[in-house]
């Protein structure tokens, strides 16, 4: 396990909602990181597939651990604002999201972030998203 992957877990750990959910870091480098989420349906709206909300946590989540790889110890990140396309319906076995860091600046971070639905091995795109993340 390397330093930032351990400093990403262990502030992923502390999110007890990710938990709640059932996500898992799978990965967590400088500037990027990815986070899986096998399905539920728990977690389902009305028609059968996994809630845009779950889709744009996922989302939200990797881009401020992709923005937080960046930072120096001690410092944190919250979500300043973010813009998601929802492209198609989240349905499959897993989500698989992963964050990248665009740009960094002494206070703010531009990430960009995809959520994939993986069914029967196949990988498919059901959301990007832009964030702005703050350095706090």
Do not use: W
């Not at 989302?59 to 930072?71: F, I, P």
Request: some cysteine; hydrophobic content about 45%.
């Amino acid at each position: 396990m390397t330093p930032v992957f351990e400093r990403i877990l262990a502030s992923f750990r502390q999110q007890s909602f990710m938990q709640t959910l059932g996500a898992q870091l799978t990965d967590a480098k400088e500037g990027e990181v990815s986070i899986e989420l096998p399905f539920s349906d728990a977690l389902c709206q009305q028609q059968g597939f996994l809630h845009a909300g779950v889709v744009a946590t996922l989302a939200d989540n990797v881009c401020g651990y992709a923005a937080l790889t960046q930072t120096p110890d001690g410092a944190d990140v919250v979500t300043a604002e973010f813009k998601i396309n929802f492209v198609r319906p989240a349905i499959g076995e897993r989500l698989v999201a992963q964050g990248t860091v665009e740009t960094v600046g002494k206070r703010l971070c531009v990430c960009r972030g995809e959520v994939s639905a993986i069914s029967q091995g196949t990988r498919k795109t059901v959301a990007l998203v832009q964030a702005t993340v703050a350095i706090v």
